[in-house]
């Protein structure tokens, strides 16, 4: 529990609710219900072993907070979530209906622990020990099918390591959602791709054995989607996504459009991933400008790259 005053309130209360969610208790000393509510709440924070954050604001000394929070009586009980209010209660409530009111918005015991599995699994697979990684990563999944950031990693790690059928199975469920994330769009399409450079003759084919063929006939679609997949498995993403060009430019529904998700998820998988939340450099602001002179305007080169191609794939479409 901690008391939280206007000089604090950022840090203790709008940053640290980015992290955990962040019960903040309007009281007063003279408060009667107050004084049966604050024990309480004490007690079921030590219960949720950091699940919420508790803290405190003495609504008479903290005039301005309480204002700001329309508190009209007390106790008055906001839950914050990512800076924001998400709920809230008013009045003396016994534990059984305050831990029903944090259960909706708290992330149980298992969904923190498959957070943590997924963390360090990301330490893991850096560290250059991938099957340790894939445990963690499956016991997160385990604890919280529904972490899809932790099924995403999982994929993608099975894939490094040729574990094709594995990752078809681990993709199954994310493919299956409605709506479905287009990074599992993704994923699909290049597991496509593999399965077609294993199981095709074609897949052990050389760039000049395509280019003979498509010489010859520049509508020959599906030879030019074949070298597209035997470029896009072996890394070579660019010119993958030259050749899917040349078949959406002439023809933009061939093939139910798979050309076209192809090259969508080309651009998705070589996309970087945003940056974590982080304080500003000092002497500049969120988005990477100078406080006090130019502008610096230096991009990821990959993220130009993928911004190129969008461009080229939007004409091609229009």
Known sequence: ???????????????ASHQTP???DFWAPWCGPCKS??????KVEEDYGGRFKLVKIDSDQEQQLAQAFGIRSIPTCVLMINGKPA????????????KEFLDKH??????????????????????????AALNKLHEALTLNPGNDDARYDYVKLLIENDLIEEAGAALQPALAAIPRQIRFEALGQFLDAIRFALTDDRGLWTP????????????????RLAKARVLMVGGDWTVAMDELLEIIMRDKAWGSEVPRKTFVAILELLTPP??????????????????????VAEEDPQAQLVASYRRKLSMALN
């Open 1 to 15: 529990m901690i008391d939280v005053t206007i000089e604090n309130f950022e840090t203790e209360v709008i940053a």
């Open 87 to 98: 709920d809230g209660f008013m009045g003396a409530v016994p534990e059984g209906k305050l």
């Open 22 to 24: 962040v019960l903040v």
């Open 208 to 223: 000049e054995q395509f280019d003979a063929l498509i010489a010859s006939n520049k509508r020959d679609f599906d030879t």
């Open 37 to 42: 509510l604050g024990p309480l709440l004490e």
């Open 106 to 131: 708290v992330p149980s015991e298992d969904v923190l622990e498959a957070a943590s599995d997924a963390e360090d699994a990301q330490a893991l697979a850096a560290a250059g020990d991938p099957r």
């Open 274 to 295: 945003k940056p974590k939340a982080a304080s500003a450099t000092p002497g500049k602001a969120a988005g990477g400008i100078e406080v006090l002179g130019k502008v």
